[in-house]
């Protein structure tokens, strides 16, 4: 595997996961340039899960530009990951180039809602 050069930032938001996950991907365009979404699962969560993923995608997508616009900021990386983790203890954590969150938030089938957050942009 070959990895592209990390832009310099505060070690405390380096972070990897390592698990069997499958994933949904969509490239948007934003003021810096394309950045590419992912939202990953576990493996043995993928029942019939594509409806989800693109949900979620278009609330990951949601984010990003609302705030690239509020803080008037592009978005500095060519990646932005939701990766919804099984038994997670915390409600979610923001990482450089990664978002953590439990898996009931992950695969939640309500489309505004990430588990017990409601989300208001639109």
Known sequence: TKFQ???SMSTYLLAW?????????????????????RHFIPRESDRNMGATVRDK?????????????????PYPL?????I????????????WGMITIGLEAAVSKDYMR?????????
């Open 5 to 7: 050069t990390t832009p």
């Open 17 to 37: 996961v390592q698990h069997s996950f499958v994933y949904g991907p969509r490239t948007v365009n934003t003021a810096a340039g394309e950045v590419r979404l």
């Open 57 to 73: 995608l278009d609330l990951l997508q949601d984010y990003l530009e609302f705030y690239n616009d509020f803080f008037n900021i």
């Open 78 to 82: 060519p990646k932005l990951d939701l």
């Open 84 to 95: 919804g983790i099984p038994d997670y203890l915390f409600g979610g954590m923001e990482h």
């Open 114 to 122: 990430f588990g017990g957050y409601e989300v208001h942009f639109r």
